[in-house]
């Protein structure tokens, strides 16, 4: 059926097991053994101009641009792009990056973080200038979040302007697949969502497009921020939505 990955709500597991439920157009939709909905999972037959579902054997570099590498790895294997923060005490944001479309353009991205529970470790979506970074995903402040920060730089905290502590947010962190997005409207505002299943996103944080910084660049991040223990974010694909 076309795509051999398949991620499931508690883990990795090669080839795609489940079951047919109905076809949407070009598109079949699965339900795995988690209850998901997986037609989501499957390339789109037309990809949008940032996609990578991370099928080669190596990260694609004429299409990703490191920042702040330093010992950081993206290893791809069965589908899957780990992004690895090694330990370090401080945060040391640990970014690859695309260039921004013009006009108005959304990301989404399917991840999972592992980490330990101590502060300030996060992974996900990042918009930089370049320089500055404001950066969106599932992280460790006092409790397992999700948080919308700002960077000054890779490794300078500017501010946390916004998180929310998720029902069983332990198990977003810890074995759940789940879908993080960005939208950004060209014009005005920026807004930051989340999805458990794909499908039905929830937008959770707002704010003016250029209040921090005027965006260049779009892509992934992982930070340990940890002097003992790496952050791993696994990462399914990356696409552009809209």
């Keep these: 059926m076309g795509d051999s990955k398949r991620l499931c709500g508690r883990g990795l597991n090669m080839g795609r097991a489940g079951q047919v439920v109905s076809t949407d157009g070009d598109d079949f939709k699965w339900v795995d053994s988690g209850g998901e909905s997986s037609a989501v999972s499957i390339p789109p037959i037309h990809p949008g101009s940032l996609d990578d579902e991370f099928s080669d054997a190596t990260l694609d570099l004429t299409r990703w641009t490191w920042m702040n590498q330093g010992p950081a790895t993206a290893i791809l294997k069965y589908g899957i792009m780990s992004l690895r923060a090694p330990a370090n005490l401080g945060d040391s944001f640990r970014i690859i990056t695309q260039p921004v479309p013009s006009g108005a353009w959304q990301v989404t991205a399917r991840i999972l973080l592992t980490r330990y529970a101590t502060d300030y470790g996060q992974g ?3 918009v930089s200038d370049g320089t500055k970074c404001q950066v ?3 992280g460790y402040v006092t409790a397992w979040v999700l948080i919308y920060s700002k960077f000054l730089n890779p490794t300078t905290w500017n501010a946390n302007v916004y998180n929310i502590q998720q029902p069983g947010a332990g198990g977003i962190i810890c074995g759940r697949w ?7 409207d060209g014009t005005t505002n920026v807004t930051m969502s989340h999805s458990f299943d794909g499908i039905n996103f929830m ?6 497009r250029t209040a921090f910084l005027t965006p260049t660049l779009v892509g992934l991040f992982a930070n340990s921020n940890d002097a003992a223990h790496d952050t791993v974010m696994a990462v399914d694909w990356f696409r552009r939505t809209a």
């Design 203 to 208: 937008d959770l944080y707002a704010e003016a």
């Design 124 to 126: 996900g979506i990042v």
């Design 178 to 184: 789940f879908y993080l997005r960005w939208t950004d």
């Design 136 to 138: 969106w995903g599932p």
